[in-house]
């Protein structure tokens, strides 16, 4: 589907679906440890996570990497690494990320697609990369995440924007201040330049750089009850 991505027919998918997708959308996606686990146990864990998905999300510089790969004083370490990011898939054109916030036990994107199985793919290579990391890590077999992933479409620009504050807000569900959590994109909407895998301008346009009416002062002002009522179809198991 071309044009305004807030125009949509109604062979949409259900709440929470993952079986059909729309191009051209914003998708509200979540998932969460199995039996509701840590799938963060430390700092790193999270750090590692993040690299994946800058990883997936910055264009991939073959260019360099075959570079890499021809040097002939390079050593076995550097070509293999050259070698696996290349064959690595890569999302850069088919997927944004918009907002997204790491907890302990669970993780809330806000992810735009260009095609209907961007998502998915997307998912699946992120999913299994961390699992396989986790599980090579502490030592341990089976699924890390409980069941596939949920995904509920967003239908307008107002759920658009309350949907960033939703996720950005999720600290203070753990009595921890958003403004100061490390594992949200709250700061890169303060600093758009922060971090190139993080694309929040789509939700910046409709505010103001600072001062009154900017995203800070949204973020601030609004009670997030208001935001739970306007954005009630999307909100996904949170704990």
Request: proline letters at 3%.
């Amino acid at each position: 589907m071309k044009g305004d991505p807030f125009l949509y027919n109604n062979n949409m998918p259900a709440k929470n679906s993952v079986k059909q997708f729309v191009e051209n959308s914003y998708y509200h996606i979540y998932n969460r440890g199995v039996e509701k686990r840590n799938i963060f146990m430390e700092d790193m864990d999270y750090a590692v996570f993040l690299s994946y998905l800058k990883t997936y999300l910055l264009p991939k510089d073959e260019q360099t990497l075959q570079k890499a790969l021809a040097d002939e004083n390079g050593n076995y370490a550097q070509k293999a690494e050259a070698i696996k990011l290349l064959r690595m898939n890569n999302f850069s054109d088919n997927v944004e990320l918009l907002a997204y916030c790491l907890m302990t036990n669970h993780f809330h994107f806000l992810v735009k697609q260009t095609e209907s199985t961007s998502i998915d793919s997307f998912m699946n290579s992120l999913s299994t990369r961390y699992s396989m990391y986790f599980n090579r890590k502490y030592k341990r077999v089976g699924h890390l995440f409980q069941g596939t992933y949920k995904a509920v479409l967003v239908e307008s620009k107002e759920q658009l924007l309350h949907l960033t504050r939703y996720i950005h807000s999720n600290p203070g569900s753990k009595g921890v201040p958003f403004q100061t959590y490390d594992y949200s994109s709250y700061r890169d909407y303060l600093n758009p330049e922060r971090s190139e895998w993080v694309k929040p301008k789509n939700v910046l346009t409709y505010f103001a750089t600072k001062g009154v009416n900017s995203y800070q002062e949204f973020m601030g002002d609004h009670n997030i009850y208001d935001s739970v009522v306007i954005i009630k179809d999307l909100i996904i198991d949170s704990d």
